[in-house]
């Protein structure tokens, strides 16, 4: 009980509508098909528009593992501030909510309702190593790779993506990785 107290308003100030990162009368597309199988394992986090809950975050990482029963175990791991700091994690269920996979909604805190949030695949190359995610409401925008670092032609792409799905660029920041 102590716990869910003092996550209480964490949760709520997540769940709380941020600035709006694109404009929403710009018509938003998702992959034509994502296969979850080839998408789970360990992603990094190349780039995002500010979230609350990840300011100061840097080393960001998201892993995906699907569970049997067809939803997805998502944990989210940043380091505060440094590389060299402690990592700390957020565990999330996501369920896809159409038969292409590409919209997902993902929940932290299953036991209050209405904590769920969009999680939409806009694009994801063929060897699943960059995915560009988004939200309908603009609210949030990520670009995430297989590996820490990627090259500028996969960056742009990533940025173009966003840009047609009516992000305004210039809120978007790369996020500190280690090298490899």
């Given at each position: ?103 997902l909604k993902v929940d932290f805190v299953p036991l209050i309702p209405f904590t769920s949030g969009d999680y939409w695949i806009l694009d994801i190359d063929e060897a699943y190593r960059t995915v560009v995610v988004g939200t309908p409401d603009g609210t949030a925008g990520w670009i995430l790779a297989r590996e ?33």
């Amino acid at each position: 009980m102590k716990r869910l107290l003092i996550a209480l308003p964490l949760v709520l100030a997540a769940c709380a509508s941020g600035p709006a990162f694109r404009d929403t009368s710009v018509p938003i597309t998702t992959a034509m098909q994502v296969d979850l199988e080839r998408y789970q394992g360990l992603w990094y986090e190349i780039a995002r528009f500010p979230v609350s809950f990840e300011e100061g975050c840097v080393g960001v990482t998201a892993e995906y593992t699907l569970k049997p029963e067809g939803t997805v175990r998502v944990v989210n791991t940043c380091r505060e501030g440094s590389l060299d700091a402690a990592p700390r994690s957020a565990e999330a269920t996501a369920k896809t909510t159409d038969s292409t996979n590409a919209k997902l909604k993902v929940d932290f805190v299953p036991l209050i309702p209405f904590t769920s949030g969009d999680y939409w695949i806009l694009d994801i190359d063929e060897a699943y190593r960059t995915v560009v995610v988004g939200t309908p409401d603009g609210t949030a925008g990520w670009i995430l790779a297989r590996e820490p670092q990627i090259g500028a032609a996969r960056l742009r792409h990533g940025y173009d993506v966003l840009e047609r799905a009516g992000y305004d660029l210039s809120q978007i920041t790369l996020t500190p990785q280690p090298a490899i």
